[in-house]
């Protein structure tokens, strides 16, 4: 019996992560996320009385997806800039392909939305890089004029930014290759200059020289 409410949870859970996703949080409804789909609205209110539980959930799961990437990564990551990397490429990864992950990082723009009690995305997000960066720092790798809380902070807005554009921009639009270009370009400014080279190397998503610029007529 607990295993099938779990799975409803899930179900009622991935409807409403489309909606918000495809519509924000103003512009979905609780009758948006049962329309047509095997939910009843009583199965949804058992489980979420109200539009802010289910965003908040969703934001809550959302809120471990880095805390989580690290715990599995940093064994096979022991540097700190390597394990930055690695974690950025795999939440992309994660955003590509999962509807919940994606509608959480809008829910998180729209944060005043939804109530004092959402999970601060952004900011735990941005703690989670400051930490790295000051790991590598202490690690030989990171510059040390760079102001750990700025460099961390633009970093996940950055992300954050690419991840809204290419949804925005096509369905099939490869955030990972937005995301090489941006670190190709971030590096050099963040890395020492002796360690920029094997950085790219050690990582080889970025260790490729950026496609050529199409015209078109």
Known sequence: M?????????VIMTAAAEMFEARGYLGTSLQDIVTGRQVSKGALYFHFPSKE???????TEQHQLWPTLISELREHQPR????LLEVFWRAAGILRDNALARAGTRLACEHALIGASAPPLF???TDIVEQLLREARQQGDLRPDADTRVVAEFLVASFTGLQRMSALKAPDSDLHEHLAVMWRHLLPGLVKPERVATVMTDFPALDQPPPAASSSC
Do not use: V, Y
């Not at 607990?2 to 899930?10: D, G, K, L, W």
């Not at 539980?53 to 934001?59: F, K, N, Q, R």
């Open 2 to 10: 607990q295993a099938r409410a779990e799975r409803t949870r899930r």
């Open 123 to 125: 900011s735990g997000w």
């Open 53 to 59: 539980d289910l965003a908040l959930a969703i934001l």
């Open 80 to 83: 700190a800039i390597h394990l």
